[in-house]
T-cell receptor
Framework: EPEVTQTPSHQVTQMGQEVILRCVPI?????FYWYRQILGQKVEFLVS????????KSEIFDDQFSVERPDGSNFTLKIRSTKLEDSAMYFC??????????FGPGTRLTVL | QKEVEQNSGPLSVPEGAIASLNCTYS??????FFWYRQYSGKSPELIMS????GDKEDGRFTAQLNKASQYVSLLIRDSQPSDSATYLC????????????FGGGTRLMVKP
């Protein structure tokens, strides 16, 4: 069964450093998303991406964040200058159309 | 602000019993509703989706939707210890970039 994959599973970085989280969505899906979950809190929407552009973003997704689909398979989330409060699980998800979203296993980001 | 509310639990049921999980949402234009299961440290795993008022059954799971009252519920029949997890209710307002708004989740404990 096709699934969303994410790398790395755990990323440790120093405050102020740039990180890139990578995702490979399900191959025939058209919509891609990033969510995050701070430990003990709700899953929060960051951004949705369709047809090579952002279709929606939340207040969390400020100028420090960017997304890119550099090729036909990868979808990346970049955080330019990480802060302590960026420490969270980051989940990539994809959907074929505007329907069910399937989540990847997540990347745990730890900012020191 | 769109909100999705769930009782955080824990909801404790004996093995073989029916577990009933509830969720309310604030945005009347919400169009699709999802239940995800999340084991500790893992990503959300889709259990069911529901789009129309009424009941939808899939194996031991039944989702119920009442748009007039703005609530959605999940029944788990013949609960098993492996069902012990946090159950997340998610709501999609499709005209908002297909973003999912999650509730905080209900922790279910099924005791052998």
């Amino acid at each position: 069964e096709p699934e969303v994959t994410q790398t790395p599973s755990h990323q440790v970085t120093q405050m102020g450093q740039e990180v890139i989280l990578r995702c490979v969505p399900i191959s025939n899906h058209l919509y891609f998303y990033w969510y995050r979950q701070i430990l003990g809190q709700k899953v929060e929407f960051l951004v949705s991406f369709y047809n090579n552009e952002i279709s929606e973003k939340s207040e969390i997704f400020d100028d420090q964040f960017s997304v890119e689909r550099p090729d036909g398979s990868n979808f990346t989330l970049k955080i330019r200058s990480t802060k302590l409060e960026d420490s969270a699980m980051y989940f990539c998800a994809s959907s074929y159309l505007t329907d069910t979203q399937y989540f990847g296993p997540g990347t745990r980001l730890t900012v020191l | 602000q769109k909100e999705v509310e769930q009782n955080s639990g824990p909801l404790s049921v004996p093995e073989g019993a029916i577990a009933s999980l509830n969720c309310t949402y604030s945005d009347r234009v919400s169009q699709s509703f999802f239940w995800y299961r999340q084991y500790s440290g893992k990503s959300p795993e889709l259990i069911m989706s529901i789009y129309s008022n009424g009941d939808k059954e899939d194996g031991r799971f039944t989702a119920q939707l009442n748009k007039a009252s703005q609530y959605v519920s999940l029944l788990i029949r013949d609960s098993q210890p492996s069902d012990s997890a946090t159950y997340l209710c998610a709501v999609n307002t499709r005209n908002a970039g297909n973003m999912l708004t999650f509730g905080g989740g209900t922790r279910l404990m099924v005791k052998p």
